[in-house]
């Protein structure tokens, strides 16, 4: 009776193990884990990606509660405005730049590369940028004439030095925008819009340490206008993933592109077959 009892027992667990298996090792298909993860498809493993939740979502959200206010200040509506939006810096530090590094590590965690450079960088640049804002870290401070150091802001030293982080920002995203090709079609518009973004906002600073005050706003504003889009755009992205998170009946459509433009591994695969 007991050896009866002893099978049965041996016989469920293995039914229920043979389910565990079943459900952990369901495949992703590429257009999924691209939407998912905002990278193509990659073998990593373990099963990491079935023990941890996506970082996606809350590294993009971090980004965007920092860009979309930021771009209205430049934009100057409703009275807003101020050296880089300084109202908001509490967000640049803990929204922008925590979220995005914590964000960053854990895609690295999950092996993809891609993502996890993206948010570590923008990461970087939001603490750089909110430091720059707070006077307590002397970024203005040290160009100022006199005891003050809000006169700082008034040298067109500092805003050409400045103007070139946002240079090599431009130069940053174009090489994001050239990866990204192989994501999907909202995120590398992203990428080409910021191009622009960061050329106009550097412009607008070195127009600033000019004295062109006209160039500067225009060239601000159209720096701003971009930004804008570049956050709908992103509040799009965000919002089809917490849809996805939460098992919603209809997925927001992207343009996939990891699988109309191949790989490189694809690639030599498919001439391996025909060899």
């Keep these: 009776m007991s050896s009866d009892n002893s099978k049965v027992n041996t016989e469920l667990r293995d039914e229920v193990l043979d389910r565990?298996?079943?459900?952990?090792?369901?495949?992703?298909?590429?257009?999924?884990?691209?939407?998912?993860?905002?990278?193509?498809?990659?073998?990593?493993?373990?099963?990491?990606?079935?023990?941890?939740?996506?970082?996606?979502?809350?590294?993009?959200?971090?980004?965007?509660?920092?860009?979309?206010?930021?771009?209205?200040?430049?934009?100057?509506?409703?009275?807003?405005?101020g050296f880089g939006?300084?109202?908001?810096?509490?967000?640049?530090?803990?929204?922008?730049?925590?979220?995005?590094?914590l964000g960053g590590i854990g895609?690295?965690?999950?092996?993809?590369?891609?993502?996890?450079?993206?948010?570590?960088?923008?990461?970087?640049?939001?603490?750089?940028?909110?430091?720059?804002?707070?006077?307590?870290?002397?970024?203005?401070?040290?160009?100022?004439?006199?005891?003050?150091?809000?006169?700082?802001?008034?040298?067109?030293?500092?805003y050409s030095t400045f103007a070139f982080f946002l240079v090599s920002m431009a130069v940053l995203v174009a090489v994001f925008a050239i990866a990204s090709i192989r994501t999907n079609m909202v995120f590398f518009t992203i990428f080409v819009l910021l191009i622009p973004c960061f050329s106009c906002l550097a412009a607008a600073f070195f127009a600033v340490s000019k004295g062109e005050a006209s160039k500067a706003t225009t060239y601000q504003h159209v720096g701003a206008a971009l930004l804008l889009i570049v956050s709908l755009l992103g509040w799009y992205i965000f919002l089809a993933l917490i849809l996805l998170s939460v098992d919603f009946p209809f997925v927001l459509p992207l343009g996939d592109l990891s699988t109309v433009i191949p790989g490189l591994t694809n690639r030599q695969k498919q001439d391996d077959e025909k060899v």
Aim: charged share 5%; hydrophobic share 40%; with cysteine.
């Design 20 to 81: 565990i298996q079943t459900t952990t090792s369901i495949a992703i298909s590429p257009e999924l884990f691209e939407q998912l993860y905002l990278s193509p498809q990659n073998r990593v493993k373990g099963q990491l990606r079935q023990t941890f939740g996506n970082p996606t979502p809350l590294a993009l959200g971090g980004f965007l509660v920092c860009t979309t206010p930021l771009s209205m200040a430049l934009l100057g509506w409703q009275g807003s405005g």
């Design 85 to 101: 939006g300084g109202a908001n810096v509490g967000t640049y530090f803990f929204l922008g730049g925590l979220l995005l590094l």
């Design 107 to 158: 895609e690295w965690i999950l092996g993809n590369t891609f993502p996890s450079t993206v948010f570590c960088l923008f990461g970087g640049f939001w603490f750089s940028f909110g430091a720059t804002i707070v006077p307590g870290y002397g970024a203005y401070g040290l160009y100022s004439t006199s005891d003050s150091v809000s006169e700082g802001l008034s040298e067109g030293q500092f």
